[in-house]
């Protein structure tokens, strides 16, 4: 009887290398056939489904960026899952998608037990969750489909208008691709100093998933519950104390009731006082920091994309997939790693004990 790896078909080292000719010959012919169409670049996310009115608070709509936001939670979700009915099952060595897991967890603990010491099972939760958190988001981008499948819709003032053509039809499923933009004109009122946007015949195309990075509001969320997080961490570690930290007026109530006062003892109050308002005014500053910096950086990657799929579709754009694939996992990490030492530093007293 023959062994299972003579019956196993073998793959030559050349068979990958003509796999990849023929993807870029498909992607030559599918150039020619629909030519790369000009995207439209906005900040705002923009609004697939909506409003809900709820009272007190008012129009509620559910964007593209909260879509891709829902989706990397289940993914997280099913993964935490896959490895949890793995480990239930006694296996001692992992394999697959749990394993990679196993390994990507157990890396960032190390770190943060090398970092945080005695804190690390408090710090570990927070900071893994946003590593992988951020990083599925990041990565999102990559997946063929996220930015470039929406709806069709009346364009909105403001907006580029497309021409479209139907591919095929199942039933009153239809499936449109955009052909082109259409040119507009922009039509003054003699009345009035208001312009209007003469958008005429074509539709407006609204992606059904955008990467929430690029969405200012999804990085602020996550700068707003790190640093509030920190400060719980810090009143936690501390007590009441942590506010020296802001307010230390210790020196100068000190002051107060000393008979002898020099030069030097008029200096050191005020200075403790001004160092705390320096505090205060950095604990305000990472929240800027930590939400423009993932913003800019995966914004700007989009972009590029974009820019590099219209321009050059073919090939050029597959160097900037594995850049952005490198700066998606560096921001992953430089926003956990820095949420992990602003954590253990607001666990160290800053009484000089």
Do not use: C
Not at 129 to 157: A, F
Not at 214 to 228: E, H, K, W, Y
């Amino acid at each position: 009887m023959e062994s299972t790896e003579q019956t196993r078909p073998r793959w030559r080292w050349g068979t990958y290398r003509w796999l990849i000719i023929l993807v870029i010959v498909a992607n030559v012919f599918a150039v020619k056939a629909f030519s790369p169409v000009k995207p439209h670049i906005q900040l705002p996310a923009e609004a697939v489904a909506g409003p809900v009115t709820l009272p007190l608070i008012g129009d509620l709509y559910l964007t593209n960026t909260m879509i891709a936001t829902l989706i990397a939670d289940l993914l997280l979700i099913l993964i935490a899952f896959s490895v949890w009915r793995v480990t239930r099952g006694g296996a001692m060595i992992l394999s697959g998608v749990p394993q990679i897991f196993e390994m990507i967890v157990e890396a960032i603990y190390n770190l943060t037990e090398s970092t945080a010491r005695k804190w690390a099972d408090t710090v570990f939760p927070w900071v893994a969750t946003i590593i992988l958190m951020v990083l599925l988001i990041n990565w999102s981008e990559l997946i063929p489909g996220v930015d470039s499948i929406g709806m069709l819709h009346e364009p909105h003032h403001g907006t580029p208008a497309y021409e479209t053509q139907e591919l095929f039809a199942i039933g009153d499923f239809h499936v449109t691709t955009i052909t082109g933009e259409i040119e507009t004109e922009v039509v003054s009122d003699s009345d009035s100093h208001d312009s209007e946007e003469d958008i005429g015949e074509g539709l407006g195309f609204t992606p059904y998933v955008r990467v929430a990075s690029t969405d200012l509001n999804f990085t602020l969320a996550l700068a707003l519950t790190s640093v509030i997080v920190i400060q719980i961490l810090g009143f936690r570690a501390v007590g009441i104390t942590y506010l020296k930290k802001y307010l230390n007026f210790g020196r100068l109530g000190k002051l107060l009731f000393r008979e002898k006062i020099s030069p030097f003892d008029l200096i050191f109050p005020f200075t403790d006082i001004y160092v705390g308002l320096l505090e205060l005014i950095a604990e305000i500053a990472k929240i800027i920091s930590f939400s423009f910096r993932l913003f800019g950086n995966i914004f700007a990657g989009s972009v590029l994309l974009f820019i590099i799929g219209t321009l050059v579709p073919v090939v050029i754009q597959s160097g900037i997939v594995f850049l952005e694939l490198f700066v998606g996992l560096v921001q992953a990490m430089v926003f956990g790693m820095l949420v992990m030492v602003f954590m253990t530093m607001a666990t160290i007293a800053h009484d000089g004990h």
